[in-house]
């Protein structure tokens, strides 16, 4: 279950980005609304997870699939551009959220 609690709190993270950004290209406040819901509800969830998940696995999962995610939808809904040195960064986010999930002491494992 604290998994499922990590998935929301990304999810809701990524989902406030992205509405964070619609707010700002068309002046919308339905989107600044959307936004802070996500993001509260994105904290909660984080909150949640971290009653039964390590601190560190918890925010570098949070965090770095949050950034890859939203970098990536960032293409596709706002046709912004990724170049070669954003893609290898994006890579090595995510290598490093497999490395401490599955790799590392800091997972609890």
């Given at each position: 279950?604290?998994?499922?609690?990590?998935a929301?709190?990304?999810?809701?993270?990524?989902?406030?980005?992205?509405?964070?950004?619609?707010?700002?290209?068309?002046?919308?406040?339905?989107?600044?609304?959307?936004?802070?819901?996500?993001?509260?509800?994105?904290?909660?969830?984080?909150?949640?997870?971290?009653?039964?998940?390590?601190l560190?696995?918890?925010?570098a999962?949070?965090?770095?699939?949050?950034?890859?995610?939203?970098?990536?939808?960032?293409?596709?809904?706002?046709?912004?551009?990724?170049?070669?040195?954003?893609?290898?960064?994006?890579?090595?986010?995510?290598?490093?959220?497999?490395?401490?999930?599955?790799?590392?002491?800091?997972?609890?494992?």
């Amino acid at each position: 279950m604290p998994y499922l609690y990590l998935a929301a709190a990304i999810i809701f993270e990524v989902s406030g980005t992205l509405a964070l950004k619609w707010s700002a290209i068309t002046n919308n406040q339905w989107y600044s609304a959307i936004t802070f819901i996500s993001y509260c509800a994105s904290f909660f969830f984080l909150w949640l997870a971290l009653k039964n998940l390590p601190l560190a696995l918890s925010y570098a999962t949070w965090s770095g699939v949050g950034i890859a995610a939203t970098c990536i939808l960032g293409v596709f809904f706002f046709a912004e551009k990724i170049d070669t040195m954003g893609l290898i960064g994006v890579t090595l986010i995510i290598s490093g959220i497999i490395l401490i999930n599955f790799y590392s002491s800091m997972s609890g494992h």
